[in-house]
């Protein structure tokens, strides 16, 4: 009988406690800041962040596979800032895909290394959303294809005192390629870049683009621009 009584008491307690669980859930939401260093696994940190939190990064030199896809709202943020924060791919992959329509920002980062062999933006690739980049920059990146550095296709594009050195691509853009996209650049840099084709630094197409405050310095193409 007192077993019996147990478990008809469980069945019942289960129901409360589960209702009283989401309740909890519902009201504190979930976590909204998740501070990682270079040996955790920064890479699933990141793309398995929940929508609407942030992920710190304490200074180091993050390396990994890279190639990380972000389809949720997150916020990327370098905490020692772009000379204490690297992200580096090591010439294996590009750095960052943002998709599926999120809105994302990166922050304080240097991104090295990165190399796009199949199509353009070896650092970043943003398609049918929103990026955000501040405070950052990107030295030594390589696309086989349009953007060096960036490649942008029916998206929103920022980027704030975001500076740009020894960037090339094989197509237009030695740093950024925008085509079907709105982009806003402000105090920014572009320096040393080369594009096969049209635009040592920047190649737009059917794009809407906004700039104050840029400094554009042997810059180089093929083409035109």
């Known amino acids: 009988m007192p077993a019996l009584h147990s478990a008809r008491l469980s069945r019942l307690l289960c129901p409360v406690l589960l209702a009283l669980l989401l309740k909890c859930r519902a009201a504190f939401g979930q976590p909204t800041k998740n501070e990682v260093g270079p040996m955790d696994d ?8 929940f929508a609407g939190s942030t992920v710190a990064l304490r200074p180091g030199v993050y390396t990994g596979s890279c190639n990380i896809k972000i389809s949720q709202d997150v916020r990327v943020v370098g905490l020692g800032g772009l000379a204490a924060t690297t992200i580096d ?9 943002v998709t599926g329509g999120a809105n994302v920002t990166m922050e304080g980062i240097s ?80 320096i040393d870049c080369h594009s096969a084709g049209a635009g040592g630094g920047i190649f737009s197409e059917r794009s809407q683009v906004q700039a104050e405050g840029v400094r554009m310095l042997n810059n180089t193409a093929d083409e035109s621009g």
């Open 42 to 49: 920064w890479e699933n940190a990141i793309t398995t962040a």
């Open 89 to 97: 791919c090591q010439g294996s992959q590009r750095h960052v895909r």
């Open 111 to 190: 991104f090295v290394g990165g190399v796009s062999e199949d199509d353009g933006g070896c650092a970043l690739v943003v398609e049918k959303s929103q990026l955000h980049v501040r405070l950052s920059r990107f030295v030594g990146c390589a696309s086989s294809s349009a953007g060096g550095a960036i490649q942008t296709e029916g998206s929103r594009l920022e980027l704030d005192e975001v500076h740009f050195s020894r960037c090339e691509s094989a197509a237009g853009g030695g740093c950024l390629s925008t085509v079907n996209s709105t982009v806003t650049i402000l105090s920014c840099s572009f």
